[in-house]
């Protein structure tokens, strides 16, 4: 699969894995985490494990052009990230990965505490979908024409935010895994769209609170794209994943 990002220049690049770096010691009781630093899939692992305080999981980015052959042939033959290594089995899938994360460590609980239907958990990946395909096929462009007062996805979750937020100003009302999985490609929207002079907080309130609720998480400003030096361009990188 191959994954399609608007950026990505980064000012301080960390050393990326590639295809002449050495194999680490695999399988030795160590968790890691591989990962792209500007994929919004890892992002949103990278925002789990910030909030659970799991600073002692070693993180090591690995290059999606030059991939390690190691990577691909001893961890994680599909070779896409992220991938988390745990107990001696690698397992990877943002979405997967998240749900893995709270059963398995210590830490605050990322699950939602409140009853909410399995369609509401459906439906929210299904829009999730939409909004990857919905943005990817904005920065395959390089120019972004956007029509966005009409469109579906913002105002389903706008809709979604209104329906279950009444116990604080997150999808769910309080703080889980949900807003985890979007923020990372929410971040990426508004950062687009506002370069198209659009703002997708305009006529929307309870997005306008989400979104300044997040920026409150730690767990999640320290991985946003400003603070790790990224900066958009125009021009779209189609980079294997």
């Known amino acids: 699969m191959d994954e399609v990002f ?89 979405l997967d990965l998240l749900v893995y994360i709270d059963q398995e460590f210590g830490g605050p609980n990322m699950t939602p505490t409140i009853c909410i239907p399995n369609f509401i958990y459906l439906f929210m990946l299904r829009l999730l979908n939409e909004f990857c395909k919905l943005e990817f096929s904005y920065l395959s462009c390089t120019k972004i024409f956007v029509v966005m007062h009409n469109n579906t996805n913002i105002q389903s979750l706008g809709k979604c935010i209104r329906n279950y937020a009444n116990e604080g100003p997150f999808i769910l009302g309080k703080f889980s895994m949900v807003d985890i999985a979007y923020v990372p490609f929410i971040e990426r929207a508004e950062i687009s769209f506002s370069n198209a002079n659009y703002d997708i907080m305009a006529g929307r309130p309870k997005l306008a609170k989400w979104i300044e609720a997040m920026n409150t998480i730690d767990a999640y400003t320290s991985t946003k794209l400003e603070t790790i030096g990224a900066v958009y361009i125009w021009e779209a990188i189609v980079v294997s994943c």
């Open 6 to 94: 608007q950026l990505v220049f980064l000012k301080d690049l960390p050393y990326l894995l590639d295809s002449k770096s050495e194999c680490p010691p695999l399988f030795n009781c160590t968790t890691r985490l591989y990962y792209f630093p500007v994929s919004p899939y890892s992002q949103c692992v990278k925002i789990a494990l910030n909030y659970k305080g799991l600073d002692e999981i070693e993180c090591l980015p690995i290059s999606l052009n030059d991939k390690p052959t190691w990577y691909v042939e001893k961890v994680y033959p599909v070779g896409k990230v992220p991938a988390l290594e745990h107990n001696g089995k690698v397992k990877g899938e943002s």
